[in-house]
Structure formats: C-alpha cells, structure tokens
C-alpha cells in the first residue's frame, strides 16, 4: 500500500517553530518530487513549498520565503518541512504529497494531513 504519513504538527505561539515529517511507506520516496500543501478553514488548499527528487532543486510560496525550509532524507524516506516565525495566518491542515514527475505539478500521493494551529 502506497502511503504517505505526516507527523510533527501541534500548538505553537506565536513566532515560534515546528518541524513537520512527512514518512513514505510502500514506494521509494526518492523516485517522487514532494510538496507540502494547506489547508485552512473556509479556503482553497495551497502550495507551500516543494523539493526535487534528489533535493537539489527546492520553491517556496512567496509568504514562506525565509520562513520555511523543506529538506528530505531519502535514506530515511522521509521529507521534512521546517518552519520558524510562525504567524496566526499559518493555522491549517498540513499535507504533504509525491509526485512522480520532474516536481510538484501533478501530486498521485497524499498523506492524511497533520494539523498546525499558531495562537497565543
């Protein structure tokens, strides 16, 4: 079974950071571009970062640019997305997706999401 597991999600104030972890199990990650994605309540999910198969290539939307890095280990099938200086307009569900073209256009895998809420 193809899968897709994201972990690392929870409450954080304001200005702080959580590391998120996104596991594959069933498939080899390193074959898959991967995107993380969000979603918040009352609006359309959206694209927040994505990195290459062999890490070499990553994009960021421009409101997490400097804020968010995405990484991966593919020894560890595992991609990560670590974000500081979180703000109250960064709460929503947080997917993470592969890809098995050149980057993150047309995700076939998703995860089932890990929520992040940002609140003092």
């Known amino acids: 079974q193809l899968q897709l597991v994201e972990s690392g999600g929870g409450l954080v104030q304001p200005g702080g950071s959580l590391r998120l972890s996104c596991a594959a199990s069933?498939?080899?990650?390193?074959?898959?571009?991967v995107g993380w994605f969000r979603q918040a309540p009352g609006k359309e999910r959206e694209g927040i970062s994505c990195?290459?198969?062999?890490?070499?290539?990553?994009h960021y939307a421009d409101s997490e640019k400097g804020r968010f890095t995405i990484s991966r280990d593919n020894a560890k099938n595992t991609v990560y997305l670590q974000m500081n200086s979180l703000k109250p307009e960064d709460t929503a569900v947080y997917y993470c997706?592969?890809?098995?073209?050149?980057?993150?256009?047309?995700?076939?895998?998703w995860g089932q999401g890990t929520q992040v809420t940002v609140s003092s």
């Open positions: 069933g498939f080899p990650l390193h074959s898959y571009a």
């Open positions: 997706a592969a890809d098995p073209h050149l980057f993150c256009s047309d995700p076939v895998i």
């Open positions: 990195i290459s198969k062999n890490g070499g290539r990553t």
